[in-house]
């Protein structure tokens, strides 16, 4: 099992400011907060979590927190009071919460609906109920940083790669997905509107995975891989390279922006970048290697995406027990991302101190081993919630 050191920086310090996360239930949310936890910050800090009560809230958050291996004494050591029930769906709850959101010195925003699917509630979620909490976040006085987590992908088709840091994005419709067209929207709205918002944009690229703990957290996005390599087909090329990063160096560099006292920017890439990412040939090994097979190597074959529908005849032999229709919409969304074959350029993170990214080979032993008795399909349903 592979054990990657990357050198956390910027956590020592005798300041002990009060981090608000918000999805700590979530894949990065969790990796944020186990970070922190890990750091000896429990006691600062506080979740926002959809529940029907602070119990409740917290029961759901020591489930998460147990996925991504926080000790039982530190989930144990967590209380009712770190609570705030909220929904971003429905933000009436604000306005009782404001006097303990006044309290807060440091946010980060990691809640959104994280889905390629038409779902009727990403608007509302990641662009109305997200600006609102932003919009009583910048009324305190006591906030000094709003560390926003958006995606790299919201940057749209078309961008010369490594594509860099920009605060420009094409038009909703020029989007691939109405989930990168929301992302965009906000960082537009935050910035735009909220000029007192002490604001820091984090885009992270893709997170496939836990450099020690592998898919235990989730399998968000891995299963794209299994599934190309069971079906010995996907539409890139074995050369093009793929931007993927690690959760826990992903949850590192949230962590170091919401604390590090001075930033160079506000906008930031956390992305593996030209010298962290892995080709797909390069990946296909790696897997080989570690599920003790053989990889795809010649047997590869690039299909155009229009074409995906032809794979299907495969799909009961080689993916297992899964909805044809599903796994083929499945293939289409995220071809659309991969075929972008973009890598995110990383250099303004590296600036800020931060140790290069872990590459995905050095970790994906990990990611096999923690899938070895779970079906493709079981982990596809990860992002298709
Ligand atoms: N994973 C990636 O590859 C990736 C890449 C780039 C950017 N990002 C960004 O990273 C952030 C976190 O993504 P993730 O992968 O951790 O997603 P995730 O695992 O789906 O977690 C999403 C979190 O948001 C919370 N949430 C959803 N709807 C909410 C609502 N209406 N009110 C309050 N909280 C709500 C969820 O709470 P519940 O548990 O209650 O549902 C959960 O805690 C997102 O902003 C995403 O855009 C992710």
Request: hydrophobic content about 30%.
């Given at each position: 099992m592979s054990v990657i050191s990357y050198n956390p920086v910027f956590l020592s310090g005798d300041d002990q400011p009060v981090i608000l996360i918000t999805g700590a239930t979530g894949f990065l949310g969790g990796a944020v907060a186990a970070q922190l936890i890990a750091a000896g910050r429990g006691a600062t800090l506080r979740f926002l979590v959809r529940a029907q009560n602070p119990a409740n809230g917290l029961q759901r958050l020591a489930e998460n927190l147990r996925g991504h291996d926080v000790p039982a004494k530190d989930i144990e050591a967590l209380n009712d009071s770190q609570i705030i029930c909220g929904d971003l769906l429905d933000t009436s709850w604000l306005t009782a919460a404001t006097p303990q959101l006044m309290l807060i010195d440091r946010v980060i925003n990691c809640a959104a609906v994280a889905s390629f699917s038409k779902n009727p509630t990403i608007w509302p979620v990641n662009v109305e109920g997200t600006f609102r909490l932003a919009e009583v976040m910048s009324r305190s006085t006591r906030l000094t940083r709003f560390v926003h987590v958006g995606t790299a992908m919201s940057c749209g088709p078309q961008r010369a790669s490594p594509v860099r840091e920009s605060w420009e994005f094409p038009a909703a419709q020029d989007q691939l997905v109405d989930y990168t067209a929301s992302k965009a929207e906000i960082e537009r709205r935050l910035r735009q509107e909220l000029p007192q918002l002490p604001l820091v944009v984090a885009r992270p690229s893709i997170v496939v995975g836990h450099t020690s703990l592998g898919c235990k957290p989730s399998a968000s996005i891995f299963w794209v891989f299994r599934m190309g390599f069971a079906l010995e087909s996907f539409t890139c090329g074995m050369d093009e390279h793929i931007d993927v990063i690690p959760a826990d160096y992903c949850a590192e560099a949230l962590v170091n922006l919401a604390l590090?006292?001075?930033?160079?920017?506000?906008l930031y890439h956390i992305s593996a970048g030209v010298q962290g990412a892995c080709t797909y040939g390069e990946i296909d090994h790696a897997y080989a290697l570690a599920s003790d097979s053989q990889p795809v190597g010649e047997r590869y074959q690039r299909v155009d995406p229009d074409n995906l529908k032809d794979l299907a005849v495969r799909f009961k032999e080689r993916v297992g027990a899964a909805n044809p229709r599903l796994v083929l919409r499945a293939l289409r969304l995220y071809s659309g991302f991969a075929d972008l074959n973009y890598l995110f350029d990383n250099s303004r993170l590296l600036e800020e101190g931060m140790s290069a990214p872990p590459r995905f080979t050095d970790y994906l032993d990990a990611c096999v081993d923690s899938s070895k008795d779970v079906s493709i399909a079981s982990q596809m349903q990860c992002d298709f919630k």
């Open positions: 590090k006292p001075e930033l160079a920017y506000d």
